[in-house]
């Protein structure tokens, strides 16, 4: 005959209900400081995003960066700011003093190296890579770092919608510098997305000496007000 033992829990000693409760203190508090780190850092980075761009460095992105550890929001904000700091007092299409010393190429790298910090924070966000590609534009620097990025970006996310402006402004600024290849993407996705891109890309492109590209390979009933 099979005999059941029922042991009975007894209740709580003084010791270990307060041992429960600092417990359970200890975790609140944690979750508090937690919480209050979160809040501070998004108030430091729109702080930093809304500061007018005038100074070396910008001390609320700073701020931020020095009490965060990766965080590719931060990383984002200051390239950002530094790209803007670089081309402050420029018009559109002028020419950068790309001297090693010049402020305007340290500031570019700058802008460069949190790009990078933010996609080793997030490797698999394409947006990052694509802002690397507009610095590394901006730097002039070889061809074959400009079609090794955007290798980088197509192999990431072929499909992402998303880029699709950014990517094809990027690309019709430095077309020279693409591969064979990497224009015909280009030119396909420019004809077969939204219909409403040809136009601000057309701008980018005239303004980059790159729009023929447009004008001879798409379709002439399509780029016939904008080529004529």
Request: aromatic share 4%; hydrophobic share 45%; net charge positive.
């Given at each position: 005959m099979a005999v059941t033992t029922v042991t009975a829990?007894?209740?709580?000693?003084?010791?270990?209900?307060?041992?429960?409760?600092?417990?359970?203190?200890?975790?609140?508090?944690l979750l508090a400081i937690l919480s209050?780190?979160?809040?501070?850092?998004?108030?430091l980075i729109e702080?930093?995003?809304?500061?007018?761009?005038?100074?070396?460095s910008n001390i609320w992105l700073d701020s931020a960066e020095f009490i965060s550890w990766r965080n590719p929001d931060i990383y984002e904000a200051q390239a950002s700011y530094y790209r803007t700091l670089a081309l402050t007092g420029?018009?559109?299409?002028?020419?950068?003093?790309?001297?090693?010393?010049?402020?305007?190429?340290?500031?570019?790298?700058?802008a460069l190296n949190y790009w990078q910090l933010a996609q080793q924070a997030s490797p698999l966000w394409p947006y990052y890579k694509t802002g690397a590609l507009d610095i590394e534009l901006l730097l002039n620097r070889?061809?074959?770092v400009i079609q090794n990025r955007i290798?980088?970006?197509l192999t990431l996310a072929p499909n992402e919608r998303g880029l699709d402006k950014a990517l094809l402004k990027l690309s019709f600024t430095g077309w020279k510098k693409l591969t064979d290849a990497q224009k015909a993407f280009m030119l396909d996705r420019l004809q077969h997305r939204n219909?409403?891109?040809?136009?601000?890309?057309?701008?980018?492109?005239?303004?980059?000496g790159n729009h023929h590209a447009i004008c001879i390979n798409l379709p002439w009933k399509k780029v016939r007000k904008l080529c004529k």
């Open positions: 829990m007894g209740p709580m000693t003084t010791a270990q209900t307060l041992k429960a409760y600092k417990a359970a203190s200890v975790f609140l508090c209050l780190h979160i809040f501070v850092v998004a108030v702080a930093g995003k809304a500061a007018e761009v005038k100074a070396e420029h018009k559109v299409g002028s020419r950068l003093n790309l001297s090693d010393e010049s402020p305007e190429k340290i500031q570019l790298e700058r070889p061809a074959s290798s980088e970006i219909k409403k891109l040809l136009k601000p890309i057309f701008k980018v492109a005239k303004a980059a």
